[in-house]
């Protein structure tokens, strides 16, 4: 698939086929992550156990319910599971307070993303379970997945077959806002 085709058909999909990716399917991905320009290092972590794929997506929930607003809304609906089930979430830890985590962190997401859109797979960019991280239970998730108490969770990419009994998506926003400055 060409770049351009891969940009035009990726989607945000939040329904996932129980079935995990396969290691060859992970190791492409991996590949694209590292592929991604970068300004200093991140620690890349995948979760494929179902029991704390499970804790983690428990722990976030309780802490957004927690914290109010429009958190405690999303995470009141039923049913609702902040890594929407995915069977291999790919989480991106590093410092916080590292200048261009953030940068180097969202290339290399995006890069994953478009090579799973390139595969077939589904994929979504989530970022809500840093309150899972940052919550009680925060700690004892850490240390489940040997993440480094001082480190920080910044992005994670669920990805998984895509599922399409339980099909949503989102394309992202076509709405941005753009000045020519010439």
């Given at each position: 698939?060409?770049?351009?085709?891969?940009?035009?058909?990726?989607?945000?999909?939040?329904?996932?086929?129980?079935?995990?990716?396969?290691?060859?399917?992970?190791?492409?991905?991996?590949?694209?992550?590292?592929?991604?320009?970068?300004?200093?290092?991140?620690?890349?972590?995948?979760?494929?156990?179902?029991e704390k794929?499970?804790?983690?997506?428990?722990?976030t929930?309780e802490?957004?319910?927690?914290?109010?607003?429009?958190?405690?809304?999303r995470?009141?609906?039923?049913?609702?599971?902040?890594?929407?089930?995915?069977?291999?979430?790919?989480?991106?830890?590093?410092?916080?307070s590292?200048?261009?985590i953030?940068?180097?962190?969202?290339?290399?997401?995006?890069?994953?993303v478009?090579?799973?859109?390139?595969?077939?797979?589904?994929?979504?960019?989530?970022?809500?379970?840093?309150?899972?991280?940052?919550?009680?239970?925060g700690?004892?998730?850490k240390?489940?997945?040997?993440?480094g108490?001082?480190?920080?969770?910044?992005?994670?990419v669920?990805?998984g077959?895509?599922?399409?009994?339980?099909?949503?998506?989102?394309?992202?926003?076509?709405?941005?806002i753009?000045?020519?400055?010439?």
């Amino acid at each position: 698939m060409e770049v351009m085709e891969a940009i035009k058909r990726r989607e945000s999909y939040r329904s996932f086929k129980e079935e995990p990716i396969s290691d060859e399917e992970l190791k492409k991905l991996l590949y694209a992550a590292e592929r991604a320009p970068r300004i200093g290092s991140v620690e890349i972590i995948v979760l494929q156990d179902k029991e704390k794929i499970a804790a983690l997506s428990d722990a976030t929930k309780e802490a957004m319910i927690a914290s109010g607003g429009w958190n405690r809304m999303r995470a009141s609906t039923p049913d609702y599971n902040p890594l929407y089930k995915a069977p291999t979430v790919i989480m991106f830890v590093g410092y916080s307070s590292e200048p261009f985590i953030s940068e180097t962190v969202g290339l290399a997401a995006g890069m994953m993303v478009m090579a799973a859109t390139d595969m077939g797979l589904g994929s979504i960019t989530v970022s809500s379970i840093r309150r899972g991280f940052n919550g009680p239970k925060g700690s004892e998730l850490k240390k489940s997945m040997e993440m480094g108490q001082n480190k920080d969770l910044i992005l994670a990419v669920c990805v998984g077959y895509k599922d399409k009994s339980h099909y949503l998506e989102f394309k992202g926003s076509s709405h941005n806002i753009v000045k020519y400055v010439r």
